[in-house]
């Protein structure tokens, strides 16, 4: 067991730029927490892969954070999420948080008519993680999924608010739209920056739910019972790492976090394979 510090940072990965979503609510929520990032910009998207090589990859970048001492560990990637949560939690001694039950969660507190949708990448709505869950917590519940792979090169371009967006937005929304739900759950990382094109499409009566803002409440819940939120004065200090384009991730990065960032580590991922 490692010895956990409350000023040891706080770990976040993803398959590459969508957990930056988790983290811009990381750092609004607990400023003064310093954060290690890691996103895996040689192997995205694992939305498409086999439940095997996502646990795969996973289980690597967890180990990755777990050499720089990370105090817990939040898995951004909704689909590793998903898929491989279990198997985290098991082979780690450190806590891991995903983002389906806190997703969830928030979704069940916030629906009127108990009829929720959930989009995600092929993995996640494949695997049903989100609605064996909510089924699981409520049986009255009525569960929609739709698979809406292109928001992910859509947000990744950073073609926000563009027809181009609204186009596939409506192509994809368009039976969610015939059910009658009054919840949303932005089911992947990169969701949450076409939120306002979803909203649109979806109408203002439907509520969108961004499980990473869910997960950040229950992370700072987790650590505040346990003594382990960083007490320090100082803001925190954030460091990233990826496995390629260390340049395209810093971009996108400040553009998203609207910061500048000092550099962005590259990992090979030799180094990463050898960690198992
Ligand atoms: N991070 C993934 C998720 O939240 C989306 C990108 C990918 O397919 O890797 O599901």
Redesign the pocket.
């Known amino acids: 067991m490692n010895f956990m510090n409350n000023t040891n940072p706080i770990g976040i990965f993803?398959?590459?730029v969508?957990?930056l979503t988790v983290v811009k609510k990381i750092t609004t929520l607990l400023p003064n927490e310093n954060i290690v990032y890691f996103g895996d910009t040689a192997r995205?998207?694992?939305?498409?892969k086999s439940n095997e090589t996502v646990i795969e990859y996973a289980i690597q970048d967890a180990k990755f954070l777990q050499t720089k001492n990370v105090k817990i560990i939040i898995v951004?990637?909704?689909?590793v999420s998903s898929i491989a949560l279990d198997v985290l939690r098991e082979k780690f001694d450190i806590p891991v948080i995903g983002?389906i039950e806190p997703g969830s969660k928030l979704a069940l507190k916030k629906t009127k008519n108990n009829r929720i949708g959930i989009i995600?990448?092929n993995?996640?709505v494949n695997n049903k993680a989100y609605s064996s869950f909510l089924l699981k917590e409520n049986k009255n519940i009525e569960v929609f999924e739709k698979a809406c792979p292109l928001f992910?090169p859509l947000a990744e371009e950073g073609l926000i608010n563009h027809p181009a967006t609204k186009l596939i937005a409506e192509e994809y929304l368009s039976d969610l739209k015939e059910l009658n739900i009054d919840t949303l759950i932005l089911?992947?990382?990169?969701y949450p920056i076409l939120a306002s094109t979803i909203q649109e499409v979806m109408g203002n009566n439907v509520e969108l739910i961004d499980s990473g803002t869910a997960a950040g409440i229950i992370v700072k819940n987790y650590l505040e019972g346990r003594g382990l939120l960083n007490n320090s004065n100082n803001l925190g200090t954030s460091e990233f790492f990826v496995s390629d384009l260390p340049k395209r991730f810093k971009e996108i990065a400040e553009r998203f976090l609207g910061r500048s960032l000092k550099h962005v580590h590259k990992i090979d991922l030799e180094t990463i394979h050898n960690l198992l």
Do not use: L
């Not at 951004?76 to 689909?79: D, I």
């Open positions: 993803d398959s590459g969508g957990g995205v998207p694992y939305g498409t951004a990637c909704n689909t983002m995600g990448t993995a996640t992910v089911g992947c990382t990169h």
